[in-house]
């Protein structure tokens, strides 16, 4: 919107409060605004809204203890928060987990990573208006979460990943079922993209809206997608390999402008990514135990401090342990979420921005708030 | 039967009483249809839970709303609040005032003219009578003293004022090649050209129909109600019953469009090529059903739009109305102009 510089009547500002509660806010996130118009002049991220204080808790608790916390952080993607700690404690521990716990983590990891991705997709979509890619995304989300349930019993909160491996072996067939899904998978991504990815409408309303060059992503700390949508190569599964993934073959998908739709063009191909990454693991998973042999109380030897993350759906998730001598319990555990980093960016990125743009990029960032709070 | 309190009175009540229920019906059941369409387009089975397969879902929906509570916020002015929804609600009714289902066809006698009244300047009516609605819109969006209701209704404003000028013209188009304003005599014209209008007229068809849906506030241009951003726009305060208006207007207008666009391009009640004798078995249809048919045809492609389109952003909808349809339509009307002086001299 062009106009002079030099307005002709006194306008004043309008303050607006956008949430906590507001269907497009993704949770319980408070953007307090400053509106000239519909043009945003400036916007402040309020955020602990949903804070629990997990990381508090973690000291209170047993280090097997902790997983079931870890699940309700980002509660879209469990699955990859049990990673996170639990390769972290194994580097703290030195523990080497059997090749098949390894597969079996990736093969859940990357299931996590298709339903997280499809839950995002489900709602960009939404907030920019096209309603129907929900219903496709979730109805593939739910044969993964059956997967999972098959699995762990669980189909959100997890807890599917044990220090030194994963608790159970796969169940009869699941294997197969899981083959099927993700043989079929490629076909349900391009129903997606048929919906949007040439669709002048949303090309309108993503090209251009909130860019963030190449160095400002790496000066703001932004990882996963809205690194890689700006052109960074830097996947924590390709630079520091956890579980097996240097035995796998993927790519890591890149943007060029770093806007809405490159980080939207991204996130389709990581989940075309992923799914090959599925069918390697699935093809490759080795026989042998599912678990390493740990002593049933895991007991740090000496005072330590470890840094671990992982490639969460949303960006790098790291745990910082620090432990005391015959320990059982973390004597302090921070958690660097992808989500409240990746938030950061926000107020600099909708500025000049109008009101329907705050919902894309909110949207494009793909932020958890149980994550960000905690 | 020709005693004039029955022609002048007892016909004219009747046949009122007969479309306002037909329409409100209809209305009932395009919510139905809407979300039963919807829902196939998404995989799922939509209302199925009341009545036979959820037929009976409009009528639940209405006692539901009906018995609601019907809150005011404290600090809106009361008023305005409550003139709102009968303003938007009140000329979407209104309209159907002049529009024409069908040809004249007699009763024991008596001839019944299947419309309310066939006035010299229908179409004139039609356009003033619909724009008063956007004041429903704005009054509702500024008297519920909340902000996201206010830039709803500021939205609505500006996004209704812009697209009524290109429909303007699109409907300017026709009317050179009909040469009448009166909307029975619309159909006539094309039933003595034996052409609908939407084949010399297709480019203001386009943007007839393009300024309908902005028009109705439908997708992709919904933004007067875009949940993601404004929470449910100008409608965000209102409840039961009002709520109820809101709703119920916004599907009658999308049948006054629909409606309008048949008559005015797809020949009304006409068959497909009415002077060609080949085709002469389509009569069998009676002509209600062919303006019926073509009407829900245009309502379905409104549902369509809902499961297909995201939402353009504000300053883009003002783009394309300004730079684009004002344009066309008025070098539409220009081409239209010309071909009507060659032709018919």
Known sequence: MNGPDQSLFDVEEMEINFGPQHPATHGVLRVKMKLDGEKIMEAKPIIGYLHRGTEKLFETMDFPQCIPHTDRMDYVAAAT?????????????????????????????????????????ATHAVDIGAITPFFYTFRERDAILDLFEEYCGARLTLNTMKIGGVPFELPDGWLDRCSELVDGFNAH?????????????WKKRTIGIGVVSA?????????????RGSGVKWDIRKVFPYDRYDEIDFEIPIGKNGDTYDRYRVRIEEMRQSVRILRQCLDRLPDGPEMARVPKVLRTKEPGMVYGSVEAPKGELG??????????????????PPSFINLQALPAMVEGHLVADLVAIIGTLDIVLGEIDR | MSDPIMVYIGIPLIKGIVVLGVLLLTVAYLTFAERKFLGYMQVRLGPNRVGPKGWLQPIADGLKLFTKEDLIPGRAERFVFMLAPILLFAPAILVWAVIPFGESFTIGGVEIQPFLADINI????????????????????WASNNKFSLMGGLRSAAQMISYEVPMGFAVASVLLMAGTLSLVGIVDAQRDYGLWFIFPGILGFG????????????????????????????????????????????????????????????????????????????DLVPPFLWYAGKVLAFIFVFIWFRGTFPRYRFDQLMQIGWKWLLPLSLANVMLVALGVLLLKG
């Not at chain 2, 229908?122 to 969006?141: K, M, Q, R």
């Not at chain 2, 993601?228 to 809101?246: D, I, N, P, R």
């Not at chain 2, 119920?248 to 006054?256: C, G, I």
């Open chain 2, 122 to 141: 229908g179409i004139l009516f039609v356009l003033a009578v619909s724009t008063i609605g956007v004041y429903g819109i704005i009054l509702a969006g």
């Open chain 2, 207 to 282: 943007i007839f129909f393009v300024c309908g849906v902005a028009e109705t506030n439908r997708n992709p241009f919904d933004l007067p109600e875009a949940e993601a951003e404004l929470v449910a726009g100008f409608h965000t305060e209102y409840s039961g019953m009002k709520f109820a208006f809101f709703y119920l207007a916004e599907y009658a207008n999308m049948l006054v469009v629909s409606s309008l666009a048949v008559i005015l391009f797809f020949g009304g009640w006409l068959r497909p090529f009415p002077n060609v004798e080949f085709l002469a078995f389509l």
């Open chain 1, 189 to 201: 991504i391009d129903e997606y993209e048929s919906l949007l990815t040439e669709n002048r409408i």
């Open chain 1, 81 to 121: 928060n049990n990673q996170g700690f639990c390769v972290t404690m194994e580097k703290l521990l030195g523990v080497t987990i059997p090749p098949r716990a390894a597969y079996i983590r990736m093969i859940l990891a990357e299931l996590q990573r298709l339903a997280s991705h499809l839950v995002w997709l």
């Open chain 1, 319 to 336: 745990y910082f342990i620090v432990a005391t001598e015959k320990g059982t319990a973390p004597y302090r555990c921070r958690v660097r």
């Open chain 1, 215 to 227: 160095e400002e992503a790496i000066e703001w700390g932004l990882t996963g997608p809205p690194l």
